[in-house]
Antibody, heavy 121, light 110 residues
């Protein structure tokens, strides 16, 4: 059974940093592209970025609102995905979820339950 | 980059059919696959349609997806509506280096 379990969320002040983790199990993590998606309270889904598998170069892509502030990385030896959040703003307040990511279609077929990040003074 | 535009809300009665549209702002809707996700309150999204018109196992055939190049849009059609279909629905598409979600449509079954 595929499982994705996020952790590391919490309350942080504007300008602060946080690192989120996503523990994966039930599939060969190293072969899979992964992504992060966030959802602000009462709002829609927003793609936060994607990392390719090591075989495909482990490169990352981000949308404009987070580019230069957020960094996705992975540790295949630990089956864990990371999201480093820097220079946080109140508008980054959201539930952050990791997903698997089918490179052929961009389909996020498995989702974690998410971890809440609150940016407030 | 492109945007995907969905109606904010739709409503229909049980047993009826509803269609939710997803219009792409630039570039061809047919050039990249479209997925549809269902999200019930307090739950993570689940896939109802992937790769334009494919249903994951376990999703009833009441759910179908299509692409219309003439309107540059994708559509999710739900037939034989049930109260359990009441949820938010999001379209999503991916173009090489960017993934985009539509704003979501709240489906009310009343």
């Amino acid at each position: 059974e595929v499982q994705l379990v996020e952790s590391g969320g919490g309350l942080v002040k504007p300008g602060g940093s946080l690192r989120l983790s996503c523990a994966a199990s039930g599939f060969t993590f190293s072969n899979v592209w992964m992504s992060w998606v966030r959802q602000a309270p009462g709002k829609g889904l927003e793609w936060v970025g994607r990392i390719k598998s090591k075989t495909d170069g482990e490169t990352t892509d981000y949308p404009a609102p987070v580019k230069g502030r957020f960094t996705i990385s992975r540790d295949d030896s630990k089956n864990t995905l990371y999201l480093q959040l820097n220079s946080l703003k109140p508008e980054d307040t959201a539930v952050y979820s990791c997903t698997t990511f089918r490179y052929t279609s961009g389909w996020s077929d498995y989702w974690g339950q998410g971890t809440l990040v609150t940016v407030s003074s | 980059n492109f945007m995907l535009t969905q109606p904010h809300s739709v409503s229909e009665s049980p047993g009826k059919t509803v269609t939710i549209s997803c219009t792409r702002s630039s570039g061809s809707i047919a050039s990249n696959y479209v997925q549809w996700y269902q999200q019930r309150p307090g739950s993570s999204p689940t896939t109802v349609i992937y790769e334009d018109n494919q249903r994951p196992s376990g999703v009833p055939d009441r759910f179908s997806g299509s692409i219309d190049s003439s309107s540059n849009s994708a559509s999710l059609t739900i037939s034989g509506l049930k109260t359990e279909d009441e949820a938010d629905y999001y379209c999503q598409s991916y173009d090489t280096s960017v993934s985009v979600f539509g704003g979501g449509t709240k489906l009310t079954v009343l």
